[in-house]
């Protein structure tokens, strides 16, 4: 699935930003150190990016900062939002599994979904980093980015928090729930 270039209207870009930034002082702890002023001249330089943060915002994902690259300059957005974001749920892992579905087929999966949003599903080390800043997924899961050599053997890897820990599961890619979607991460 190709990346589908969305140019958001400037008063869409607006409310967008102002979303972003009330998020973002409401959340500080998640990324102590960083200003917004520095974060909203990244965005408003990179529209394609900001494309992006419109789809996970409006597919529920609540982006935030998470940190910074000091490497590259970039900013690192995550989903936050309490439970895995609603616009994203009942998908199975890739289109591959998809395809393999004889019947009862979910509309999308995740990879291609966030593809097409131009954003990467969580790692499992990203998923964990996640949790150190709140408590995420504690009635929902979410799909993780999967190894190749289990996504060979037809399995995928899906994270939750339960009891104050991070759970780490498998499942067949195609299978899918209504309480499991994927979170995304953005480098802007």
Known sequence: ??????????KKRQELLSALKVRFEKNMKRHKGIEWAK???????????LSSLN???????????????????????????????KGRRSICYDGEALESRKEHKPKNNA??????MGIKLLTEEQYREL???????TKTSSWVQTPTDIRELGGALFCDCRYDHVFVYHNGAESYYAARGFRGSLRV
């Open 1 to 10: 699935m190709n990346r589908m270039k969305k140019e958001l209207s400037l």
């Open 131 to 137: 949790q150190e800043l709140g408590d995420f997924d």
């Open 55 to 85: 789809e996970m915002e409006t597919t529920g994902g609540e982006p935030d900062v998470v940190g910074h690259d000091k490497n590259t300059g970039e900013y690192i957005f995550y989903d936050c939002s309490a439970e895995s974001p």
């Open 39 to 49: 974060v909203q001249a990244k965005l408003e330089a990179n529209t394609e990016k």
């Open 111 to 116: 990879i291609d979904m966030a593809v097409s």
